[in-house]
């Protein structure tokens, strides 16, 4: 792996294999009475989110005090940042202290890459506006593999509000990579607009019809609805979405009985995605949260310990 972690852009196929490899025996550690290895010991991870947070943050710390690092979390609303202290100033104030690695989350696309450029600690983006949230992306194939087997050639459909998904860019950056099938699902208004490179590849779809993509999913993964980040009416009320592009008990039932159902959380219950769906036997929505944590273990441990552990 690169220094990194700011973009699914730094990470191989073959990365992902060795960082999926990884967090497999990390998970192991979830079921052990003392959960606790020596791996990072004596060395510092700071948390850094100027966004809310509850699975990123938490798991990124969990992930770093079972490695045995010091962990530290600070929110923009507690720091100096209120009282209008630079983002630069911020990280080179933190980074001054002698910190190894910096998980941040931040409302601006680019944000952790610009950290990137003035530290030398090894960077992890935790969500990046709009942008991207690899680790979430990560998390997820991971999740999905462990349910399905290898991803090559399966069709997983994104769902929901992909204009201000994050987790939808990723994934997409990913699943490709690994040879999934990828078809993105929303309104007209909530598609993700201007060409990249992912959305001319191979295997990748767009629709706007739920009912005819879902009989072909081998995984469904639904998206929350973003009302923070909409200033305008992006569909009529939330029932029309729910009609729509929700995954209603109805539409559970024309999923195979094995079609995963993941979602990144958290969640709108009765918008994107209806109780029924979420609770089901095959919502590996928990245990997205649950490989959380080792593919964070995994993610931290390669970027800080890796090479000279190997
Ligand atoms: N999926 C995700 O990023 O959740 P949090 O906002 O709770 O970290």
Redesign the pocket.
């Known amino acids: 792996m690169r220094k990194h972690l700011l973009s699914i852009d730094d990470v191989s196929a073959d990365d992902a294999a060795t960082l999926f490899a990884t967090a497999a025996e990390m998970h192991d550690v979830q079921h052990r009475e003392v959960k606790k290895l020596p791996a990072l010991r004596g060395r510092t991870v700071i948390n850094l989110f100027f966004e ?6 938490s798991s990124f710390e969990i992930a770093g005090k079972w490695l045995s690092a010091d962990t530290i979390n600070i929110t923009g609303k507690g720091s100096s940042a209120s009282k209008g202290e630079s983002l630069r100033d911020t990280v080179l104030t933190i980074c001054a202290m002698g910190v190894d690695a910096l998980v941040m989350r931040h409302a601006a696309s680019g944000a952790a890459h610009q950290v990137s450029q003035w530290v030398d600690a090894a960077v992890v983006n935790a ?1 990046d506006g709009t942008h991207e ?1 690899p680790s ?1 992306a990560l998390l997820d194939a991971y999740t999905l593999q462990r349910r399905i087997g290898p991803l090559e050639g399966r069709h997983v459909a994104i769902v929901g509000d992909l204009t201000h998904s994050r ?1 939808f860019r990723s994934n997409v950056k990913l699943l490709l990579k690994l040879g999934a099938r990828v078809t993105a699902v929303a309104p007209p208004t909530l598609m993700p607009s201007g060409v990249t490179p992912w959305s001319q590849a191979d295997g990748f779809a767009l629709s706007w019809d739920l009912d005819e993509v879902l009989p072909t999913a081998d995984a469904v993964m639904m998206l929350r609805v973003q009302k923070e980040r909409m200033s305008g009416g992006f569909f009529p009320t939330p029932r029309e979405y729910t009609v729509g592009y929700g995954l209603t008990r109805d539409r559970l039932g024309v999923l195979g009985p094995d079609v995963p159902i993941c979602h ?3 969640m709108n219950r009765g918008l994107e995605i209806a109780a029924d769906a979420a609770d089901a036997a095959q919502s590996v929505v928990l245990d997205q949260v649950s490989a959380g944590v080792a593919v964070r273990m995994a993610i931290l441990y390669h970027l800080l310990a890796g090479e000279e552990n190997a």
């Not at 809310?52 to 943050?57: H, I, K, L, Y």
Request: charge should be positive; charged fraction near 25%.
């Open positions: 809310d947070s509850t699975r990123t943050r969500g949230h979430q987790v990144p959380g958290p």
